[in-house]
């Protein structure tokens, strides 16, 4: 091995590596990603409960495995039920039968 072998062969070793472009890859199309089409129909509004009462109703739904969205809506739809049973159907005019708009 002759000395210019051997100086190339240390340069080569401490040389700085040449940084070459990587191509980052497309991202995937994002499938079922946010909430089901069937919550676009639902109004939302927001209410404020006790501590305590909020912690039960946090527990129970845990325990069952259910969301508290679907607790209250049937809580207050047995509420209306019953009260309609003992007063008569409420009629409801149409502005409020479609979501409010944003």
Known sequence: MDKN???QGLQNLVKKP?????ASPE???KKGVG??????KLEKTTVAFEPELMG????LC???GVQIREVLGEALERYISEYEQEHGQIRVPSRFREPAKK
């Open 5 to 7: 072998d051997f100086k």
């Open 56 to 59: 039960k109703l946090r527990m």
């Open 27 to 29: 991202p995937a199309p």
């Open 62 to 64: 845990l325990q069952d």
């Open 18 to 22: 040449e940084k070459k472009a990587i």
């Open 35 to 40: 909430r089901p089409k069937e919550h676009d």
